[in-house]
């Protein structure tokens, strides 16, 4: 089962990441934005995901990944079950997210692209 820790060194492994406690939430984010989020119990973590691919991620695994709450619909965001995905998973998620939030000269310039 991937952690919080897990999900603590990929995060802050990415250029211009913070991390924030927001209402007992851990948050990653570049700037003012946010592309990784915990809830409170550490056992979901909501993530940057295209708006209009989210329902075929969900459909296609409904175990594993959630539809944001409906107050995140607006937003460019998915949930996953941490119990569900394993560090090399969570690498590629995690960056992924990232990637939607940094300047596209940032993650090529980090990620050899």
Do not use: C
């Amino acid at each position: 089962m991937v952690t919080t820790q897990d999900v603590r060194q990929v995060a802050m492994s990415l250029p211009r990441t913070t991390e924030h406690l927001i209402r007992d939430r851990i948050k990653f984010r570049v700037g003012r934005i946010v592309y990784v989020s915990l809830s409170r119990d550490e056992t979901l973590m909501g993530f940057a995901f295209p708006k209009e691919e989210r329902a075929a991620l969900v459909a296609s695994d409904p175990d594993k990944f959630l539809m944001p709450v409906p107050s995140d619909e607006r937003y460019n965001w998915v949930r996953v079950r941490l119990a569900a995905i394993d560090t090399v998973e969570l690498a590629e998620i995690v960056t992924d997210a990232w990637r939607m939030v940094v300047p596209k000269r940032v993650a090529a310039a980090h990620l050899g692209d």
